[in-house]
């Protein structure tokens, strides 16, 4: 059996995808792990099919019909996988020598272990912080003040997504980023996958939290390293910027109302306009103070644009348009 069966959810990612299938071409050279490679397309207009076809015919690439959602994509994916390990991979990552052979060893020798997460190297050298707790309240109101930012070595409010921690060792954690999230066969069966409710964003913590329930552990893998151009797929258009920031905070008002109430919710909701709210008079202040700062202008676009959409948002499972 295949060890490792890597999906890609792709949408207008190519140039970032492959460079990332190179890496994956390379590691398979060097023999760390056999691997299959499934790119699982959600209506790319770029080509990114055709590129996979032409230039990595060892890879495997599909179509999903559409823009079907990153967790659908993924599931979609593993349909086709026949590894021992699955490992949801986002397009825009690079992985470096060694990874992958740490994270098999890691599972092989660890079988109440069912998913793992590596440490995300971001452009600039530093850490992306990529493993956190369970999501509270307390952690929507930090994060959309700006306090999470501004006092990131506090075990309060730096607590979710653990900033006040180095990264530099290996811990059993809550759960980890999904992309990057390397998952045991046998654990995804059990859950069933992605909860397909998840459009974008948020079903890594809903994957996480019922993998955790279902039994099993995760830890967080510093020894397999992994860059990660962050934000790949958003664009420099400030609407498709806008799309994706009221998608994460669709899919968390979902999260709070289905796991704690409609009145958790409802306060996830009102901390998020909070934070769009703050967001966009601080934009708005500066172009009146800069007129001609282009940058300014579309921040100040942006922001409009997510606390409209936000403020619209329900809390079910259909995506209102986003």
């Excluded at 707790?133 to 075990?155: C, G, N, V, W």
């Excluded at 669709?250 to 709210?277: D, N, V």
Aim: with cysteine; proline share 3%.
């Amino acid at each position: 059996m295949t060890d490792i069966s890597i999906g890609i959810v792709s949408y207008n990612t190519r140039d970032l995808l492959r460079d990332c299938l190179q890496t994956l071409r390379e590691r398979a050279v060097e023999g760390e792990a056999t691997i299959e490679v499934i790119v699982a397309d959600n209506g790319s207009s770029d080509g990114s099919v055709e590129m996979v076809e032409r230039e990595f015919p060892e890879f495997q690439a599909f179509y999903t019909g559409g823009n079907i959602g990153y967790g659908r994509a993924n599931n979609a994916a593993f349909e086709r996988a026949t590894g021992r390990y699955f490992f949801v991979l986002n397009s825009d990552t690079e992985v470096e020598p060694g990874a992958l052979r740490e994270m098999v060893q890691f599972m092989d020798a660890n079988p109440q272990v069912g998913g793992a997460g590596a440490k995300l190297i971001l452009p600039d050298g530093s850490t992306q912080p990529s493993v956190g707790t369970d999501p509270t309240l307390r952690a929507i109101f930090f994060e959309q003040t700006y306090l999470d930012k501004l006092l990131p070595h506090s075990k309060l409010t730096g607590g979710y997504l653990l900033t006040w921690w180095d990264y530099k060792e290996r811990r059993e954690v809550e759960q980890v980023c999904g992309a990057c999230l390397f998952v045991r066969r046998e654990a995804w069966h059990q859950i069933g996958g992605f909860d397909p409710a998840f459009f974008m964003y948020f079903e890594d913590t809903d994957f996480c939290l019922r993998l955790r329930r279902a039994g099993w552990q995760i830890w967080y893998l510093p020894e397999a390293r992994i860059q990660h151009r962050l934000g790949g797929s958003s664009g420099s258009d400030y609407r498709v910027r806008a799309l994706m920031v009221s998608s994460y905070n669709h899919s968390r008002y979902y999260f709070w109302t289905r796991e704690r109430g409609l009145l958790a919710g409802r306060l996830s909701k009102a901390f998020t306009l909070l934070g769009a709210g703050l967001r966009l008079l601080a934009w708005t202040i500066k172009c009146l103070i800069h007129p001609r700062d282009r940058e300014a202008r579309m921040q100040q676009k942006l922001f409009r644009r997510v606390w409209r959409l936000t403020y619209a948002m329900q809390p079910n499972r259909e995506e209102n348009g986003l």
